[in-house]
């Protein structure tokens, strides 16, 4: 039997992380195991869903490389893949299951719910509605003839249990006096996610149903009405929910939740695909990093944990870095350029390019997030017309900064070699001159050309800058002081 997964987002809002990690365990699961991925739209909270975040799930998707085998945009032998192109299907389900006796129209009215939950309540019975206000047999028929409002009801089997082994959390049982008698279909003619999600997944022959937690208590529901329709349940997988630090359900409150936070932050899918994948599962022997193509090799749903996940910002910085550093020159360039770039409001000229590939091997051991390289290679296109204050401050209002500039200038213009060693030793040779310490000595220098105290590594940064532009920068700073 050919494994087919589906990762069914409502477009009620943005792609979320924790979204995003159920896609990916649906896209690890099936490429694990030779299977069909499919993207469907549960559209059927026209009031809730847009355009606009049914694009952001598709455009995140796209960028994390999750690419579905069937589903929304690309089709396949089941149609569009959008719940609201499939509303006489719902119905049509429906009415066979009204006929087989397995749902029924149902009058209740809100007040009258609310009235027997109250008396199931006091009476210590089960609160779970269980078809008891509804009229006989007889009635039905003429009642809807008639055009009186009614929803259906699937008919839970009572007293009875469902029970069912769930990849992630195992043994489950769900006693039927715990489960309504759920509405299928509204009123208006409307599925509600029960019988959408469900046929859905029956007609479109899901086989194992890898979701979040949150959902667990409706499988019971999913589960009697994929019976009824004829059809076995698929299995199921609940993984665990995702927490902020603070033990809660990751939320806001704890920061970026949106997939395009992450994304705009400078966050690569590569990292984020193998930070997620560690929510809940793990590669073993201590290991972080793993491909795609690796995670996949070795990607096991019964070894995933169905303990909460930390979703921990600064571990996902932390691998982003470590992907970062993984790129090749070139490809660190090709992923930055645009940026600095945007940064400076211009394109850069051929001379001041292949100044930045000099600086790649310098900074890409300290960036985390791609646009960080920003701030580091700014001073080198940019006149320094402006001092960060706070290391003017701490820096260049001392005694000991005009030394070290004057020293500095002295020791650098009679170089006629410009190499990172000979603007090393010079500069050494300036401390051991001065009596500065390498604080003392060498910040001011970094203020001046810079701007600030935070800067790639003084030597080369100077090496790349050339000696013209070095010592003009710190003559500026020199007659500030
Ligand atoms: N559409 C549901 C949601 O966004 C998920 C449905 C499912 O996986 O069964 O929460």
């Avoid at 970094?446 to 800067?455: H, K, L, N, P, Q």
């Amino acid at each position: 039997m050919t494994v087919r997964v589906r990762f069914a987002p409502s477009p009620t809002g943005y792609l979320h992380v924790g979204a995003a990690r159920t896609a990916l365990y649906n896209y690890l699961f099936a490429r694990a195991n030779d299977g069909v991925f499919i993207l469907r739209s549960d559209d059927t909270d026209t009031a809730r869903s847009t355009e606009e975040y049914q694009e952001d799930i598709l455009e995140h998707m796209e960028w994390l490389g999750l690419e579905w085998d069937e589903g929304i945009v690309i089709g396949g032998e089941h149609g569009s893949y959008r719940q609201s192109d499939r509303y006489d299907r719902y119905r049509e389900v429906a009415r066979d299951l009204i006929e087989s006796d397995s749902a029924y129209y149902s009058f209740a009215t809100p007040d009258q719910l609310e009235q027997f939950r109250k008396d199931a309540r006091d009476a210590g019975t089960s609160p779970a509605y269980d078809g008891s206000l509804e009229p006989g047999y007889g009635e039905v028929a003429g009642r809807v003839a008639a055009g009186e409002s009614a929803v259906i009801r699937f008919r839970v089997p009572r007293p009875g249990e469902t029970r069912f082994t769930d990849i992630v959390r195992e043994d489950m049982v769900f006693d039927h006096k715990q489960v309504d008698d759920f509405v299928i279909l509204r009123s208006d003619g409307s599925p509600t996610y029960h019988l959408a999600s469900t046929v859905d997944d029956v007609d479109y022959g899901i086989t194992h149903v890898i979701r979040g937690e949150d959902l667990l208590s409706s499988t019971p529901k999913h589960i009697l009405l994929a019976q009824a329709m004829g059809a076995e349940p698929a299995t199921y997988a609940h993984l665990s929910l995702l927490m902020g630090p603070d033990g809660k359900k990751l939320s806001k409150r704890h920061g970026d939740t949106a997939m395009s936070a992450y994304r705009e932050m400078g966050v690569l899918p590569e990292a984020i695909n193998n930070y997620l994948a560690l929510l809940g599962w793990s590669l073993g022997d201590e290991e972080d990093v793993a491909s795609i193509d690796e995670m996949i090799s070795r990607f096991d749903l019964t070894t995933v944990s169905k303990n909460p996940a930390v979703f921990d910002p600064q571990k996902l910085e932390w691998l982003n870095g470590v992907y970062i550093r993984g790129m090749s020159d070139d490809e660190f360039v090709a992923s930055t350029l645009l940026l600095v770039e945007e940064d400076l409001g211009r394109t850069l000229s051929a001379d001041e390019r292949e100044q930045f590939m000099e600086m790649v091997p310098l900074i890409k051991e300290r960036t985390k997030l791609l646009p960080e390289v920003s701030d580091q290679v700014r001073f080198l296109f940019t006149n320094i017309d402006k001092y960060d204050e706070k290391s003017w401050s701490k820096v260049m209002d001392t005694p000991e900064a005009l030394v070290a500039l004057d020293a500095a200038l002295a020791a650098l213009t009679p170089l006629d070699e410009w190499t990172i060693e000979s603007i090393e030793s010079a500069l050494r040779q300036m401390l051991v001159d001065t009596g500065l310490n390498a604080r003392k000595g060498f910040q001011p220098v970094r203020v001046a050309i810079s701007g600030s105290t935070v800067s790639p590594p003084l030597f080369e940064s100077l090496a790349i800058l050339g000696k013209l532009e070095t010592l003009t920068r710190i003559s500026n700073a020199r007659a500030l002081l």
